[in-house]
C-alpha cells in the first residue's frame, strides 16, 4: 500500500483530495500547514508528497528545497494561481508534476499513480554497478551513490535538477542532446511546460562550475541543445 502526504491549508480541497486517494487503496496522511513536514518526511519515508504552494508560513516552495536536499520521493506541487512561473520554480527545484487548481481529483489520482510506477520502474532496472560508479573528468569527480560533485577539492552545492542534469551529460562526455531528451531524461514523465526550462539549469550549473574553476564545460549547440566536454 502506497503512503500518500498531502499538504494544503484549503480543508475541504485536502479532504477530497485525501478521498480519493483512499479510494483507490492508497494510505494517505494529512497536514494543513508544512511546519514540520520534513522532520516527519524523514521520520516515515513516504511513497509521495502532494504538496500546496500557497500556505501561511513555510510555503511550498521553501518546503520542497528543504525534501530535496534529503529525498529523491516524488512531490507532486499544486497551485491555486496557475502561474507558469510557479510552475517553472517548482519544476527546477525538484518537484516532480505540477497541477494548477481547480482540477479534477481523478486526475490527481492518475499523475499519482504514474508517478509511483515510474519509481516502482526505475528501482527494478537500477544496478549496483549502475549506482556506485564514480564518474572522473578533467578535475570533476560525480559521487551518485552520495551524490556530490568535487571540483578537485570544492565540494558543488547542486539542486537536484542540476545535479540530475550534470550526471547525465557528464556519464556521457562530446555527445549532444536536445532539449527535449533532456527533458524527457531529467523529470521523465509527461511535460507540459516549455522546454527552455533547461536553459535556466544550464545557466545556474554553468555558474557554479566556473565559480569553482572547473574544467568541465557545458556547451551550447544553437537550435538543438546541449553537451559536456573537457576544456582544451
Known sequence: MAHIAVVDDD??????????LRKEGMQVTTFRHGV?????????????????????????????????AFTEIPIVMV?????EADRIIGLELGC????????????LVGRVRSLLRLVGAKQ????????????????VTLDPDYRRVLVES???SLT???FELFAFLLGRLDRPFGRE?????IWQYDFMGDVRVVDDLVKRLRKKLAEASSTISIETLWGFGYKATVKP
Do not use: C, H
Not at 531528451?181 to 531524461?185: I, W
Open 11 to 20: 480543508l475541504p480541497i485536502l479532504e477530497l483530495m485525501a478521498q480519493y
Open 36 to 68: 514540520g513536514l520534513a522532520d516527519w518526511t524523514r521520520r516515515n519515508e513516504p511513497d509521495l508528497l502532494v504538496l500546496d504552494i500557497m500556505m501561511p508560513g513555510v510555503n511550498g516552495l521553501a518546503l520542497l528545497t528543504e525534501l530535496r
Open 79 to 83: 497551485s491555486a494561481k496557475g502561474d
Open 96 to 107: 516532480s508534476d505540477f497541477l494548477a487548481k481547480p482540477f479534477n481529483p481523478r486526475e
Open 124 to 139: 527494478a532496472t537500477d544496478t549496483v554497478t549502475d549506482r556506485s560508479r564514480a564518474i572522473e573528468a578533467g578535475n
Open 154 to 156: 570544492t565540494e558543488l
Open 160 to 162: 537536484s535538477r542540476e
Open 181 to 185: 531528451q533532456l527533458v524527457a531524461q
